[in-house]
């Protein structure tokens, strides 16, 4: 089996490469290394793992090689609000207009798993959980792209597609802008949390469990393609003020 991760060495993708090598997939990263290549160091000696400096933007390159992959893991995004709206055109060419470009590329037997994020959701009334069927209502562009480029993967088959709650974790990309990440951060540095709307609530998933989302679905194709999940822990529905007392706790 092979596998193509663009946005490899992120915060999610330098992980999953660990997973997929365990499991001696082959798997090659595409990325434009923007944050180093250091969160990949540690796989450069499996002869298992190929690594490329290139742009998801550079369609000629990406449309040379797409047809040498089992799986296409798309992960190159430029993630969350504010970036987003600082970066407006980056972000409409590589959340939506490079998702589009792999799907008119790849063949109807080729499997692509694509991560989005539940921010599609848009802001949901108090004490009503979201589920895969809720309509979606981003209020930013960053929802917008991913709700788009949700929107265009799976009119094809073989897609299967992740509404991701809000990531923590360790990774070899940290990320401390990430909610529980940043908090942990100024918890353990600053001994307080400044809280803003601290009973505001969303729900949570860990990095590694992120990849295991992906693991099962390669592993369980035939019955999840063609479908959405969100992925998230069902027992993490906290609030702002709920985390911190957690992170207080412990």
Do not use: W
């Not at 600053?190 to 992906?214: A, M, P, S, T, W």
């Amino acid at each position: 089996m092979k596998i193509l991760i663009t946005g490899g060495a992120g915060y999610i993708g330098s992980i999953l490469v660990s997973y997929l090598l365990e499991k001696k997939i082959n798997v090659t990263v595409i990325d434009n290394f923007l944050y180093d290549k250091n969160s990949l160091n540690n796989y450069i000696h499996d002869s298992n793992f190929n690594i490329e400096l290139n742009d998801v933007r550079n369609y000629e390159y990406i449309n040379s090689i797409l047809k040498n992959f089992d799986i296409v893991i798309p992960l190159a995004s430029l993630v969350g609000a504010p970036l987003c709206k600082l970066k407006p055109i980056e972000a409409k060419e590589i959340n939506f207009n490079s998702i589009k470009n792999i799907v008119d590329n790849i063949s109807k037997e080729q499997i692509l798993l694509y991560p989005t994020t539940n921010s599609g959701y848009g802001i949901g009334k108090e004490d009503i959980y979201c589920d895969e069927n809720t309509p979606l209502n981003p209020l930013s562009l960053y929802g917008q792209t991913k709700v788009d480029a949700e929107d265009c993967v799976m009119q094809r088959e073989k897609s299967v597609a992740f509404r991701l709650a809000t990531v923590f974790g360790i990774s070899n990309r940290m990320r401390l802008d990430l909610l529980v990440n940043d908090f942990v951060h100024k918890a353990v540095k600053d001994g307080y949390i400044i809280l803003f709307e601290e009973h505001f609530k969303r729900n949570y998933i860990h990095v590694r469990d992120v990849c295991r989302g992906f693991l099962h679905s390669i592993d369980n194709i035939s019955t999840m393609q063609n479908n959405v999940y969100n992925l998230g822990l069902s027992d993490a529905n906290l609030s702002k003020l709920e985390l911190c007392k957690l992170i207080k706790k412990y």
